[in-house]
C-alpha cells in the first residue's frame, strides 16, 4: 500500500460555505494512480471546518450559513471566550459540529463520491487569514 | 496491508434513524480476514448520512428524530433552497451534522465497537430512493 | 505499510470538555516511528464522544459544555428515551453531534495537527465511569 501526503493552503475566503472539491483534486495528482483507497483531507484550525455536501446550487451553501448561525448563535450570555470577537466562539463550536477532517473512498483513479456531492471548507470567521490543509490518498 | 472495496445498497426507509450494523456486516465477509485495521463506511449522498450510536432501544432512534428537528426545523424564512420541498434543505444540513462516513477498528476480524454502539443510517428525506453505501476494509 | 493498535482506559471525567492530547500521544510511542501516516482515536460509548478543538484556554471547553446544552437540552416532552435519566437521551444526540471517532495525520514521526488543536474527550454523562478507547496508527 501506498500513502502520499502534501500540505496546501487554501487563500483567505469569507466567512460561510465554499466548495473546493476542484482545488483538493488538483492538488494531489498522485490519486489518479490510486486503484482502491482514500483521499483524508485535514483542516489545521480550529475556527474553520470541512464537510460533504451539496454541489450545485449555490442557495444550498448560503442556508448552511444562516443555518449554522441560529443554531450557534453569537453573544450567548454564557460565553466566557470573547476576547477574540462575537465570532471566535461559535466559530469553535460549529468547527466541531462539521467536523475537521473528511475520508472519501478512491475508486479506480477518481474520488467515489455521489453525483451530487463536493467538498466544503466552511469559513467561520470574520475576518479569516488562509487555511492549511495536509491532503494524503493511500491504497493500493 | 490489504484492502476490499465494495459498493451496496440499502432499499429505500422511512424519515429517521435506522440500524444497519447487520446489514453492512453481512455485505463484506472479508472484514473477518483482517487482524488489524478499519472498516470504513460511505454514503454517497448529501440528504441521508451515517453515525454510531445506541443499538438496543428503539426509542433512542425515535428520538434522535424528534431531536433533529428541532435543531434543523423546516420552513425557516432564510432558506432560499426550497424547490424540492420543505424537508430538502434541512436533509443537507442534517447530514453534515451527523456526517457522511464512519470508520471502526477491525480488532481479529470482529468490528472493536463497544457492546452498545452500532451503526445507523440516518434518513433525512420523507420520499427516500435506496441509497448506495461504499464499504471498504482495509489491514493486515 | 505497518498498523499498530491498542486498547486504552480514560478514568472517569466530570460532565464536559477535557484535553487528552497528552494522554493519547504517551499511549501510543510507535507514532514516532511512522514518517508518513494516521492517528485514529475510536470511543467505545454512545454517551460520551471525541474531538479536535482548541487546546489553550480552558473557556473554550467551558463554553463548549454550556452551548451543546443549549443545543441540546434536557427533559423535552418528546423524548421517550428516560430510564437513565435526564441526562442520558441529551449524552446519544451530542455524541454524534461531535462524532465518536478522530483522524489525524502523521508527519515525521508526530502529529500533524495545527499548533492550536488538541483532542477532546467530550464526557455528557453526570455520572460517568471510565471510558475506553482504541487507538491505531498505521503508515509507512
Redesign the interface.
Known amino acids: 500500500?501506498r500513502?502520499?501526503?502534501k500540505?496546501i493552503e487554501i487563500p483567505a475566503k469569507p466567512r460561510g460555505f465554499h466548495l473546493i472539491t476542484q482545488d483538493i483534486i488538483e492538488s494531489i495528482d498522485e490519486l489518479q494512480t490510486i486503484d482502491?483507497?482514500?483521499l483524508?483531507v485535514?483542516?489545521?484550525?480550529?475556527s474553520a471546518s470541512l464537510?460533504?455536501?451539496?454541489n450545485a446550487?449555490p442557495?444550498?451553501r448560503?442556508?448552511?450559513e444562516?443555518?449554522?448561525n441560529?443554531?450557534?448563535p453569537e453573544n450567548?450570555p454564557?460565553?466566557?471566550?470573547t476576547l477574540e470577537g462575537p465570532d471566535d466562539?461559535p466559530a469553535?463550536?460549529k468547527?466541531?459540529?462539521?467536523?475537521?477532517?473528511?475520508?472519501?473512498?478512491i475508486?479506480d483513479g477518481r474520488l467515489?463520491?455521489?453525483m451530487?456531492?463536493g467538498i466544503?471548507l466552511c469559513e467561520h470567521r470574520n475576518n479569516a487569514t488562509s487555511r492549511?490543509l495536509?491532503l494524503?490518498v493511500?491504497?493500493?
Chains 1, 2, 3 share one sequence.
Open positions: 500500500m500513502i502520499i501526503q500540505e482502491v483507497g482514500f483524508n485535514f483542516i489545521k484550525h480550529t464537510t460533504i455536501n451539496e446550487d442557495t444550498v448560503h442556508d448552511f444562516k443555518h449554522i441560529e443554531m450557534v450567548q454564557y460565553y466566557k471566550h466562539m469553535h463550536i468547527s466541531s459540529l462539521m467536523g475537521s477532517s473528511i475520508q472519501i473512498p475508486t467515489n463520491m455521489g451530487w456531492q466544503y492549511q495536509v494524503t493511500y491504497g493500493n
